[in-house]
């Protein structure tokens, strides 16, 4: 591709571009491929050195070079100069933003895949993952082709599975994957966008035709520094719809007028509250479903979902209400969600032979943590023989936000019979001092076990639980992995507690 084609509509501070000693034309540059990492550079590659938090690629440009590149993007003009790329024959391109510079390179590279899809995108701290996947059921319940999906646990090309690395790919990741489902016929996208992906302009230049918010509750505050940050980066999805989108957010929740307001795109609200244009009423939570009736437009039908707890409820209203705007009819949506399947890692039930049940979830928030051990004791209460103990297996993310640590470790004791504290993903930290982090919440004079290695800890909840017991193991949910220092070790709670039971 040319180079005045990647870079059309990028903002360009200054090109500095010689051959041979003479200046080039911008047109007859010919680029093989776009790469922001140079270990990935090879012969005539354009390279885009971005500014991250804990690392600068300005400092492996001439890396980049020396393995090919024949341009260099930046936006430190002062990093190399114009001298070092008139004797390489590199053409030197500088911008004001390099991270936006890639998300709008990227585009052109990929011949704009977007043109051709509908992306939905659903930000908030909890519920993500199961909204896209509920969303993506419920347009396939009634769409001929294939429905895309990007997200935590996976991505997805109708049912074709895709690793996934990160919530939301790097710009150019993302439009390679976009340009795959739009040649495998997709035409319409749910995904997952984080709130690194918003500050690092991850998703720049996209044209979403929907944002759909969940919630906001404290999390990444180690990367944002505040929940005022925090809020200001999931609102950039909404600040950046147009007049032609739909901004579909929870009323519910404190945040959800808030990150609206200025948004151009028509707003479309879901709740519990009836004021809400998409709420539910006569709410049923029950053991193995949810039931509840929607009112919509004052028209009103009946919902049963096996999704089980209150926080279900609003994950299938914010899909509910995305299919609704997008023309799915309700027949459609009533049996779709009556036959979906749990997402893996969320609220996922494991029944053992000595009558106990194990619970795995990605909770690793306050909020979630809560919401999780509510649903368990308002399920418990419903069982045919009431009674029971809540257990509780958990721990948190090393080099991550240390201020959550307490607060999980108060609710965990607050709501929880037996609490176990272990490791997570303890990185570079001392797992005993995240565990002593938590233990500082936990109300006074509660007993609490300590076992840093998560195998053990599981085994010896499954030890301490009986007949009626719910063993809730939070935080990693879907993970295969454990990171501990600098190494990723795989580890399953999943596996490990089947595992168990196999041996019973």
């Not at 200046?23 to 050195?49: G, Q, W």
């Not at 990367?223 to 719809?241: P, T």
């Not at 032979?353 to 419903?382: E, F, N, Q, V």
């Amino acid at each position: 591709m040319h180079l005045s084609e990647l870079l059309n509509n990028v903002g360009v501070i200054k090109i500095f571009q010689t051959q041979f000693g003479k200046m080039a034309v911008t047109h007859d540059v010919v680029i093989n491929k776009v790469e922001y990492d140079s270990r990935s550079v090879s012969r005539s590659d354009m390279f885009i050195a971005l500014c991250g938090k804990n690392s600068d690629g300005h400092k492996f440009i001439q890396d980049a070079i020396a393995n090919g590149a024949k341009a260099v993007v930046l936006e430190d003009d002062t990093a190399l100069p114009d001298s070092f790329f008139m004797h390489t024959g590199v053409v030197k391109i500088v911008v004001g933003n390099s991270r936006k510079a890639l998300a709008l390179i990227s585009a052109n590279y990929c011949k704009h895949p977007t043109d051709k899809l509908k992306i939905i995108g659903v930000t908030g701290t909890n519920g993500k993952t199961t909204t896209t996947h509920i969303i993506k059921s419920l347009f396939e319940a009634e769409q001929n082709n294939k429905i895309g999906l990007i997200g935590t646990i996976e991505n997805k090309i109708g049912d074709e599975v895709i690793p996934s690395q990160l919530t939301t790919p790097e710009s150019l990741e993302l439009q390679k994957m976009f340009l795959k489902m739009a040649e495998a016929g997709c035409d319409r996208v749910a995904m997952e966008v984080s709130s690194h992906a918003l500050h690092q302009n991850r998703v720049y230049g996209i044209n979403f035709a929907a944002g759909v918010f969940t919630n906001l509750t404290q999390d990444h505050l180690d990367y944002h520094g505040s929940m005022e940050e925090y809020f200001k980066a999931k609102k950039i999805l909404f600040d950046n719809l147009n007049e032609n989108a739909f901004a579909i957010t929870n009323l519910d929740d404190e945040y959800g007028l808030k990150i609206v307001e200025s948004s151009r795109a028509k707003r479309i609200t879901y709740g519990t509250d009836q004021r809400a244009d998409v709420s539910a009423e006569n709410i049923e939570l029950l053991p193995a479903s949810t039931k509840f009736k929607v009112n919509y437009s004052g028209d009103k039908f009946d919902i049963e979902s096996p999704l089980v707890g209150k926080f279900n409820v609003y994950n299938i209203l914010a899909a509910i209400s995305t299919a609704l705007v997008f023309d799915i009819k309700i027949s459609s949506i009533q049996h779709s969600l009556a036959t979906l399947q749990p997402v893996r890692g969320r609220f996922e039930n494991i029944v053992s032979p000595k009558g106990w049940r194990a619970i795995i979830d990605y909770a690793h928030t306050p909020d979630a943590l809560m919401k999780c051990l509510l649903a368990i004791r308002d399920l418990m209460s419903k069982q045919k023989a009431p009674g029971g103990k809540i257990i509780i297996v958990f721990g948190a993310g090393g080099d991550r936000d240390k201020t959550k640590r307490p607060i999980m470790g108060k609710i965990a004791s607050e709501l929880s019979d037996v609490v176990i504290l272990t490791s997570d993903n303890p990185r570079s930290e001392d797992p005993y001092k995240i565990i002593a982090d938590i233990a500082e919440g936990v109300k006074h004079n509660f007993g609490f076990l300590q076992e840093v290695d998560r195998r053990n800890a599981i085994k010896k909840a499954t030890e301490l639980a009986t007949n009626g017991d719910v063993i809730l193991i939070a935080g990693k949910g879907h993970e295969d992995y454990q990171i501990i220092g600098n190494q990723k070790i795989h580890f399953s709670d999943r596996e490990v507690v089947e595992q168990i039971i196999r041996q019973m």
